[in-house]
Structures are given as structure tokens and as C-alpha cells.
């Protein structure tokens, strides 16, 4: 299966390379005849090897096929190349590895391992994301508020805005506030989806004054957990929206503004891939 994406609409392209990518890997995992036999799916820059990502939709594609070996041990196998068209000679002996997930870059051959990384220091980071507000989305949730609170703690942030569906009315809300306000920061808080593209702008441009922002936390989401069998569009897109369509937003809508920090918050799902996660991994 090739995935070649590449277009204007990032959002469109997303939503349609994994439901495309979906239903061929439902029906290749579903047809007993095949049951000895490998899908490779291609994708041309789709992930970082040095490089930066190319294809945000062919990424996504990743997510979920990641997730699918993982509930299909041996039938899938992930390629990544910066060469559709010179890859087809290369598959033979990239398939011989036995690896799952290959990337290719100038004939050269890469695969993913897991390594230590040393620990940072305990000394705050102040200034990382500016001297401005923060805001972050899904900001009343359990992982917004651990985020706000180190953002307060660590980074020495003195202004936040927080955004959730149901705002101040969210449970724990009130208390959050209070908690942030207590160590120093002015809070405000905002109803706000911010996969709806009028009402993210709305509350963007009505902040207080005083609250330019100088850095966006995306930290929102939604789970829909189901096995890959189990998955159909109508699981899958909400999933996806919370995700892709609010990333997409902020970007546009923050895109003039001076950010010192753009931080998008997603899963271990979506690079280790996890069983029953194929929607939130992509």
C-alpha cells in the first residue's frame, strides 16, 4: 500500500489517508488466505529522520498501523523513504531484516531502537515560553492541570489561559484556580472546543489585555480505545478531531503572533504503537 499525500488540505488529508489505510489493513488482517503473508504500507516522509516530517498525513498512517502490529504480530511492515519511485528495489532486502518498521533515506537503511536519554537538570527553565500568557487546551483535564502547574512551578509562567469544553464549569475547575492563583498566576479559564474553528478565534481575540500569548500547549484529546477490527470512520473521526483538527487551528490562528513554544501533546501510543489504540496513535 502506498501512501502519498502532499496537498493544501493537511486536515482533509489526514482524516482520509488513515480511514484509506484503515479499511485496507481491516480487510488484509480479516482474509484468511493471507494469513502468511506481509502488507508493507509506504509512506514517503512521514517521519523524522533528520529531516522533519514531510507528510503529517502519511505520519498519522504510521499511528495507526503502529498500533495494528502490535495487535497483529508479523502481518504488517511500515517503509519509509524519500524515494517512491526507487524503493521497490530495495523492499526484498528490507523485508529479509524482519523488521517491522524501516526507514530509508539515500539507499540507507534505518530502524527504530530504543535508547537512554540522561535526565535534565532540576533547576527551572524560566523563559522557555515567554514572558507572555500560555494557553492550554483541555486545560481543566487531568493532564492540562499537570500541565499548568508545572508550567507555573517550572518555567516560572504568570499567566494562563485555559481552555475545556466546559470551561469554568468544569469539575475541579474552581479549584485549579484557586491552586494556580495561589502560586502566583492570573488564570483565566474559557469554554472553548478548540477543533471549532470560529469559537477558538473568538476566544483568541477577546483575551484580557495583558494576555498576549507567547506560547500554546495543545494537551486536549479524546479516547475511543477499540481493536483495529473494531474501528470504523464513525470512532475514528472524533478522535482525530480533538487531535488534528484543533493542532490545525492553532497553528493557523497563532501562525502571526511572536510564540516562543508550540507544544503538541500526544501518546507513547503513537510512536511505540498500543493495542486497542489505532485512532489516538494516529
Given amino acids: 500500500v502506498r501512501v502519498v499525500s502532499g496537498g493544501s488540505d493537511v ?3 489526514v482524516y482520509g489517508r488513515v480511514l484509506e489505510v484503515l479499511e485496507r489493513v481491516q480487510a488484509w488482517v480479516a482474509d484468511e488466505d493471507l494469513a502468511g503473508e506481509r502488507l508493507v504500507v509506504v509512506t514517503r516522509g512521514a517521519v523524522d529522520a533528520g529531516g522533519g516530517v514531510r507528510d503529517m498525513a502519511g505520519a498519522a498512517v504510521w499511528g495507526l498501523v503502529r498500533s495494528a502490529q502490535s495487535e497483529n504480530p508479523g502481518r504488517l511492515v511500515l517503509v519509509d523513504t524519500d524515494d517512491l519511485d526507487g524503493v521497490d528495489g530495495l523492499l526484498p532486502g528490507v523485508l529479509a531484516l524482519g523488521e517491522e518498521q524501516v526507514v530509508v533515506r539515500s539507499g540507507a537503511v534505518r530502524v527504530p531502537r ?6 535534565s537538570g532540576d533547576a527551572p527553565e524560566s523563559g522557555v515560553f515567554g514572558a507572555g500568557a500560555v494557553l492550554v487546551t483541555g486545560g481543566t483535564g487531568v493532564l492540562g492541570g499537570l500541565v499548568a502547574r508545572h508550567l507555573v512551578a517550572r518555567h516560572g509562567v504568570r499567566k494562563l489561559v485555559l481552555l475545556s ?5 468544569a469539575e475541579g475547575a474552581k479549584e485549579l484556580r484557586a491552586e494556580l492563583e495561589a502560586s502566583g498566576a492570573e488564570v483565566v479559564i474559557a469554554a472553548c472546543d ?5 469559537a477558538l478565534a473568538g476566544v483568541l481575540s477577546g483575551l484580557p489585555a495583558g494576555f498576549a500569548l507567547s506560547g500554546v500547549v495543545h494537551a486536549a484529546g479524546v479516547l475511543d480505545d477499540g481493536l483495529l477490527t473494531s474501528l470504523t470512520r464513525e470512532r475514528v473521526e472524533p478522535v482525530l478531531r480533538a487531535k488534528v483538527d484543533a493542532a490545525w487551528n492553532l497553528h493557523e490562528l497563532t501562525a502571526g503572533l511572536d510564540l516562543s513554544a508550540f507544544v503538541l501533546f500526544s501518546s507513547a501510543a503513537g510512536t511505540l504503537g498500543g493495542p486497542g489504540q489505532g485512532s489516538y496513535a494516529a
Fill in 165 to 169: 469544553r466546559r470551561g469554568a464549569e
Fill in 194 to 198: 478548540a477543533a471549532d474553528r470560529q
Fill in 11 to 13: 486536515v482533509g488529508e
Fill in 114 to 119: 530504543l535508547g537512554r536519554v540522561p535526565a
